[in-house]
């Protein structure tokens, strides 16, 4: 059953602790995005990566964290830096120009 | 920067209503366009989009939209909801050299009513 698989589904987390979303593909596809989503604003892209190896920044980076040692899997570290963590998380993979989702992390930091 | 705007935050319909949901992006080069579903508690799933050719594309479940170039715009629409059409709804642009990019819209949130 092909498809994207993100674990936990909710998470929680007390400030100051970094925690590690976790993002797996086996859809082959070579690109894989994290998405930040809170109520009103959409969806707003963390980190890319094109390929095994190297990844980018996106519009907010900024206390957020990535690795891409595997095609399959894109793990997301959001650290202590991050202000405001608080969110629902999103990943995604792409073939040509459509992206497909996963079902998302609800962390909670308290 | 390129910018993708809902001005519908909220809308809710009683079913068999009409529904159009506004989408405007400020990028002036060529784009490809989507919506985006995200119904609840499932996937964010693509519901239709644009890259070429007619601007008025189908999308699944009875969905089309409209691209408007002089306008920017890119409006979803359904000449009659369903109570199962409840859901949010994501505008998403990419510019075509932005390397797969996507710019989403801040979301609709439908409701329809039995």
């Known amino acids: ?110 | 920067a390129q910018s993708v705007s809902q001005h519908n935050h909220h809308v809710i319909l009683s079913e068999a209503a009409s529904l159009e949901l506004g989408c405007n992006y400020s990028y002036g080069g060529t784009v490809n366009l989507f919506w985006y579903v995200q119904y609840p508690g499932q996937h964010l799933q693509l519901l239709l989009k644009y890259f070429s050719g007619d601007p008025l594309v189908k999308g699944i479940k009875g969905f089309e939209a409209e691209f408007i170039k002089s306008k920017f715009s890119f409006n979803l629409r359904k000449p009659s909801v369903q109570w199962s059409d409840t859901a949010e709804y994501f505008c998403a642009v990419n510019p075509n050299n932005a390397g797969n990019m996507l710019t989403f819209g801040g979301g609709t949130r439908l409701m329809v009513k039995p």
């Open chain 1, 1 to 110: 059953d092909g498809g994207i698989t993100q674990s936990p589904k909710y998470l929680f987390r007390k400030e100051g602790q970094n925690v590690t979303l976790s993002c797996e593909q086996n859809l082959n596809h070579d690109a894989m995005y994290w998405y930040r989503q809170d109520p009103g604003q959409g969806l707003r892209l963390i980190y890319y990566s094109q390929i095994v190896n190297d990844f980018q920044k996106g519009d907010i980076a900024e206390g957020y964290s990535v690795s891409r040692e595997k095609k399959e899997s894109f793990p997301l570290t959001v650290t202590s830096a991050q202000k405001n963590p608080t969110a629902f998380y999103l990943c995604a993979s792409r073939t040509g120009n459509e992206q497909f989702f996963g079902p998302g992390t609800r962390l909670t930091v308290l």
